[in-house]
């Protein structure tokens, strides 16, 4: 499936949580990845909420967060209210379901189609968070990057 994209529109991925959240959620990276800054690891809080945003304007395309930004996506899992209330101001609520560590299931092509679904949806990513699996340039403890394959991420339509 592609991904089209309209006008140009810049959203910013902040108006999905609050300031508090942000900060909660980004501690938790902290917590996870010791010596990380939190100007970092609120980066990285960022980048997962932009997945999301990317996951639940294209449901059909299948997605990957890169290694780093899947550390954040992990510890916004962890905080699921806050999960909840980005699920409610997106529409979706982006499932996720572990698989284990496989340093042959990534793929740059799913990063790049993901760096487009979220430009499709209004936000710019940071490409310094979307870099190959072997990218050691931001540490974090994620040592997986999920598969593309619509196996491991499932979007379902939140009721209105």
Known sequence: MSITTEAPVTRDARD??????????????????????????????????????????????????????????????????VKAGVAARLGYFVHHTPEAPDPENRSMDSLLRTEDAIRAAGYIPRPEMWTAPTDGSIPVRASCQHSDDGGTIVITPKPK
Do not use: N
Request: aromatic share 4%; charged share 15%.
């Open 16 to 81: 999905l949580i609050t300031p508090d959240d942000l900060a909660a959620v980004a501690a938790t990276v902290q917590r996870d990845t010791p010596g990380m800054a939190y100007d970092i690891a609120q980066a990285v809080i960022l980048e997962a909420l932009k997945f999301e945003a990317a996951c639940a304007a294209h449901p059909a395309v299948g997605l990957a967060p890169s290694r780093v930004v899947d550390a954040g996506w992990h510890a916004l899992i962890l905080h699921t209210r």
